[in-house]
């Protein structure tokens, strides 16, 4: 018998401000016809006054524990995937900790941008793998809007804010592809990349919070290549091909990148889960988000094979596949 990794609850959070294109327009040299054109976006969400990213994180969290009939007690490890922490530090982690009544375990962040909530579901995973953890409370959380230019129209429609997360729970099984849970997760990066995509400050640098710089035709290049590479890298590791997948729940970057991931599947649109047009970009938060809400609408059924994939700064990405 071996451990396996299974979803045992998700849950979302998404800030009340909804910020359109048409407003966007009315402030950068832009057009909702531009945006919608070249992104898929039709508007996004923005964080409160004061609404920081564990604030999300928090709700997101308590919705997955709700959903998995859990409470933060029964949690050995949350791991937040955030870039906009609430502070230097300590980790966003621990503030949500904290505000659940955890008082046991561990908490950590993990920054890998927009590949953010894979890199923590492998560091997730690895700890249910190794005995190390039985519940794990994965978290993405971003508040984007506070690092964007909002003069810089290059940007500053492409991004939102919100929350999503998930309970890992240790499962036995006996290494089968149709037993529930996470049957593998597969993460790269190339630093030599970071001038396509990166923040203009931080502490050891400006000492200042900077905000978003991206030459975008590069990322997407790179997007459209380096995702399909972590595909198939999930699909070699279980002897699988595209036409086992039920899903695609991609990050939320760009609907033409989606698109293109999904016809290497030759998955239909109804296959695919789309939120770029309502949340926009929302980094490490696109993909737990995406998942929730095909989950509690019920698209996503018991059984149902999921491929997840992400690219980000760094540049970062990576694959998970899941069985459901």
Request: net charge negative; aromatic share 4%.
């Given at each position: ?107 950590f962040d993990v920054q890998a941008v927009c590949s953010g909530f894979i890199y923590a579901l492998s560091v997730g995973d690895n700890f249910i793998r190794l005995g190390q953890a039985g519940r794990v409370l994965v978290v993405g ?184």
């Open positions: 018998m071996a451990w396996r990794s299974r979803v045992a609850g998700c849950g979302a959070y998404l800030p009340e401000r909804i910020v359109t294109n048409a407003e966007l327009a009315r402030r950068v040299d832009t057009s909702d016809e531009w945006i919608r054109k070249r992104t898929g976006i039709r508007e996004r969400r923005i964080a409160a006054d004061g609404e920081r990213t564990s604030d999300m994180g928090v709700l997101a969290a308590q919705a997955a524990l709700d959903m998995a009939g859990l409470t933060s007690d029964e949690i050995d490890l949350i791991v937040c995937a955030t870039t906009t922490p609430d502070e230097t530090f300590p980790s966003t982690a621990t503030r949500i900790q904290a505000e659940l009544g955890m008082t046991r375990g561990a908490a959380s971003e508040a984007f809007s506070r690092i964007l230019d909002w003069d810089d129209r290059a940007t500053c429609v492409l991004f939102g804010d919100g929350a999503g997360a998930v309970v890992l729970q240790a499962s036995e099984c006996n290494g089968g592809l149709r037993d529930p849970g996470l049957l593998s997760t597969h993460i790269f990066s190339d630093g030599r990349h970071h001038d396509a995509l990166y923040v203009d400050g931080g502490p050891s640098t400006t000492g200042t919070v900077g905000h978003v710089r991206m030459e975008g035709r590069e990322v997407f290049r790179h997007a459209i290549v380096r995702m399909a590479e972590a595909i198939d890298a999930a699909l070699a590791a279980n002897d699988l091909t595209p036409g086992d997948i039920d899903w695609l729940v991609p990050h939320q970057a760009n609907l033409r990148i989606i698109e293109a991931m999904a016809r290497r599947l030759n998955l239909p649109d109804e296959r695919v889960v789309v939120t770029i047009d309502r949340h926009a970009n929302t980094s490490a938060a696109s993909i737990p988000l995406a998942l929730c809400e095909a989950v509690e609408d019920r698209r996503i059924q018991s059984g149902d094979l999921i491929m997840m994939e992400a690219m980000g700064g760094g540049f970062t990405w990576g694959s998970a596949l899941l069985r459901w």
